[in-house]
């Protein structure tokens, strides 16, 4: 049976499809069966992220609409056949939940981790997806702004019913954190309230990886990253650095 988890943030720009998109690849390269959306409609990325951009006809907006059946929409990852993936549409539409509840219980036993991709802030994809998550993970860059905003989110998560909180502090640099009003990472987490899964340091050639459609290179720091924060989802204890 699957974990729905649901990828948030309070405000664009922190890197959340980044992340969402090298989640579910080092979920599927760690041998779970994963399957990736969006619900950012009109805006979708992952598509470019995954590298699926010119293999993606349908999308889940065609799915969510009845226009066309799951199988026919998703894709396959070109790097591992455990990664299936359903970009957002191109042109704006609604989510609507009991549409959305019925594909994640649709494929609930099919795979060990369905991650929804949420767009910014708390509009109707938020709401849905958070209907049907069981956990739910903020991204969060070490900004005043974009802290005080994941507050927000993870107050209306925990508020819906949602315990299970996490945080991913995302596009950390070490050189401009003394810049950021924060004395250390500790004082983030205290401000999300939310559990901490990872710092992901900022580093360009992440940037270039999903403009590209690539998956991380095996010696960089942050897969490292992503495979430890994978293993913290499914439960099991790793040393975290913040560096």
Do not use: W
Not at 213 to 235: A, W
């Amino acid at each position: 049976m699957a974990q729905v988890v649901m990828i948030a943030s309070g405000k664009g720009g922190t890197g959340k499809s980044t992340v969402a998109s090298f989640l579910a690849q080092e979920m599927a390269f760690k041998g779970y069966k994963t399957f990736l959306t969006e619900l950012d409609m009109g805006l979708r990325s992952i598509d470019v992220i995954s590298g699926i951009s010119e293999m993606a006809v349908y999308d889940i907006g065609d799915v969510l609409q009845g226009s066309c059946g799951f199988h026919k929409a998703i894709v396959t990852s070109p790097y591992t056949e455990k990664l299936h993936i359903m970009p957002a549409p191109g042109k704006k539409s609604g989510v609507v939940y009991e549409n959305l509840k019925k594909l994640t219980d649709y494929i609930y036993n099919d795979y060990d981790f369905i991650i929804i991709d949420t767009a910014a802030g708390m509009g109707e994809a938020f709401t849905a997806a958070l209907a049907v998550s069981d956990m739910a993970v903020i991204v969060a860059t070490p900004d005043e702004i974009s802290v005080r905003d994941a507050r927000i989110v993870s107050d209306e998560i925990y508020a819906s019913g949602l315990k299970d909180i996490r945080l991913i502090i995302n596009k950390y640099d070490k050189n401009t954190f003394k810049h950021t009003g924060f004395d250390d990472a500790d004082q983030i987490i205290d401000a999300c309230c939310a559990q901490l899964l990872g710092v992901i340091p900022y580093d360009v050639s992440v940037q270039l990886a999903s403009m590209a459609g690539k998956p991380l290179q095996q010696d960089n720091l942050v897969k490292t990253i992503f495979q430890s924060i994978c293993e913290r989802i499914n439960g099991r204890h790793t040393q975290m650095n913040i560096k």
